[in-house]
DNA sequence: AAATGAACCTGTTTGC
DNA sequence: TGCAAACAGGTTCATT
């Protein structure tokens, strides 16, 4: 479900929520995720204040008392609830962090390729989840000066290009494919044959494509949901990712699904050179 | 080094 | 209707 709109949504949704409560307990009943939980290190966590809620790339940082730092991801289908500490557990409902306000932190992630652990908030840059993670696309370093400097060289699609967390981080499937619409890019053109006017453009579009789909709650396909479980909006506006065979809504031509590197793109023929 | 494909999972949709 | 294949928002590893 998430890439960085709906990280973001979600931090900005869970902040008022959770700052301040401590986390009394913690239940995990299956530590089954892309890395095994380590269940003493996250029970470190225990009788600890929230301080902050932070993002990283598609990571989403719960800053405790006395220098840790809760991560969660939620790879493909995680999901990140507030409810009272006393509702059942649900289905792949993973872990649970019982707060002071008696509620409960869900954390449940279907397929299993989120990631939950914790660590020493001084150790966070350094630590290999992040210490290779590129540009975060929001901050005034993106500019189309730099993203072309990181793509000299570089003969793979441009959708790869964004697509690549060491270059630039929280673009994912859809937003890759929306901003290059925006920026009126095909998406398997080289990224290394792209003109630096181009390049600033799309330096904008990326950005103007996360920051709307933030303002809109993020993109609901299916189940993606902030800390009250309310759906995103911005599925309405999306111009070409999951439109295959609609028409375009700026020229009116098919919107074309192809696959790079296994993945879907969607892309108007008439509007992406 | 850079680029691609496969792998990790489960659930839902699609097509015969 | 039933079954199997295809597909899904991410990341990482192995192989060219």
């Known amino acids: ?77 995680g999901r990140l609830t507030l409810v009272p500490a006393t509702a059942e557990r ?31 908030t001084a150790e966070l840059v350094d630590d290999r989840h992040f210490s290779h993670l590129g540009l975060e696309p929001l901050d005034e370093g993106l500019t189309g000066v730099v993203l072309q400097r990181l793509a000299k060289g570089r003969r793979a699609p441009i959708k790869s290009f964004l697509m690549d967390g060491r270059l630039v981080v929280g673009v994912g499937n859809i937003y890759a494919a929306e901003a290059l619409f925006r920026a009126g890019i095909h998406p398997a053109r ?15 579009s990326i950005r103007q494509t996360l920051a709307d ?3 809109q709650g993020g993109t609901t396909l299916n189940d993606f949901a902030d800390a009250l479980g309310e759906s995103g909006y911005f599925k309405v506006s999306l111009s070409v990712y999951d439109r295959a065979g609609e028409p375009c809504r700026r020229c009116g031509r098919t919107i074309r699904r192809i696959v790079q590197s296994g993945r879907s793109t969607f892309y108007c023929p008439g509007c992406q050179r």
């Open 213 to 215: 789909a933030i303002d």
């Open 190 to 204: 080289s990224a290394a044959r792209i003109s630096s006017s181009r390049w600033e453009l799309l330096a904008r």
């Open 90 to 120: 649900e289905a792949h409902e993973h872990i649970g962090l019982y707060l002071s306000s008696a509620q409960r932190l869900r954390f449940r992630d279907t397929r299993r390729f989120g990631l939950v652990f914790a660590l020493p």
């Open 1 to 77: 479900m998430p890439e960085l709109p709906e990280i973001e949504v979600l931090r900005r949704s869970l902040e008022p929520l959770v700052v301040g409560t401590s986390i009394d307990s913690i239940r995990v009943w299956n530590g089954d995720l892309r890395e095994p939980v380590d269940r003493r290190q996250l029970g470190r966590c225990r009788g600890r204040k929230i301080l902050g809620a932070r993002r990283r790339a598609k990571y989403l940082l719960l800053d405790l008392e006395r220098g840790r730092t809760l991560v969660v991801h939620l790879g493909m289908s």
